[in-house]
């Protein structure tokens, strides 16, 4: 029960997702970042667990993944074909929270140049995964 003159705090989080998994998933990711100490007057960045889908998307020779780190720790993005083969490592060690790029110029972890067709991106943070359907076109 609240008297007259007693503080209250209120505070919210504007969260989305494609599934709602990836919803479930960032609504976890805003709990976490809240800190009852921080002062109302100062702004809370946001960060949360997010890999964005490629752009371009179809491509060739080349896109770019955006992702998301919301906690520093561990992190992976790596390409897989449809049959769920390992094709290319873009990413894999500690990261700090933050916004992230990484480009894919369509090569494997040899070198060697791939072929068109349907590629999945997965991300990886602690327990948490994301992943995304491109395009390479010739």
């Known amino acids: 029960d609240l008297a007259g003159g007693d503080d209250i705090t209120v505070a919210f989080a504007m969260v989305h997702g494609a599934t709602l998994e990836e919803f ?20 809370l960045p946001v960060k949360m667990f997010r890999l964005d889908q490629n752009a371009p998307n179809p491509f060739n020779p080349q896109t770019v993944l955006s992702f998301e780190v919301a906690a520093p720790g561990r992190v992976s993005l790596a390409i897989y074909d449809v049959a769920g083969k390992l094709v290319r490592t873009l990413v894999d060690g500690t990261r700090p929270a933050g916004q992230f790029e990484a480009t894919w110029n369509g090569t494997d972890d040899s070198g060697q140049r791939v072929s068109s067709g349907v590629y999945f991106a997965k991300y990886r943070a602690g327990d948490q995964v994301q992943t995304r359907k491109m395009t390479m076109v010739k």
Do not use: G, I, R
């Open 24 to 43: 479930l998933a960032n609504v976890d990711a805003a709990h976490a970042a809240y800190d009852p100490s921080t002062p109302v007057t100062e702004e």
